[in-house]
């Protein structure tokens, strides 16, 4: 049976996470706190800001930066944001 958390990012009851996905305590309340979507919405988010920003994760600036978006993203229900990205039109 899986478990359940609720999900600091959707507000609700959601399916959490399997396994703990980020090390240290940040990763513990993740895996405490973060649903299973929220982390894929997270994923999503994440590959757009390493794109768009042609970030390097062999860079601890990078990384850290990263890390930081995703606490916004997870936790202050910030959206992630990059200048000049404008989303396609359906």
């Given amino acids: 049976m899986s478990r ?3 999900c600091a990012r959707l507000k609700k009851e959601a399916e959490g996470l399997d396994f703990q996905l980020y090390p240290g305590e940040l ?3 993740i895996f405490d ?3 299973k979507e ?3 919405e997270w ?5 757009m800001l390493i794109n768009e920003k042609k970030l390097n994760m062999m860079d601890p600036e990078h990384r850290k930066l990263l890390e930081t978006e ?3 993203f997870l936790f ?3 959206d ?3 200048d000049g990205y404008t989303p396609p039109s359906e």
């Fill in 4 to 6: 359940t958390v609720f």
């Fill in 70 to 72: 995703m606490v916004k």
């Fill in 27 to 29: 990763g513990k309340r």
């Fill in 38 to 40: 929220a982390w894929a």
């Fill in 33 to 35: 706190n973060i649903s």
């Fill in 76 to 78: 202050d229900g910030q």
């Fill in 43 to 47: 994923q999503s988010k994440q590959t």
């Fill in 80 to 82: 992630v944001i990059i």
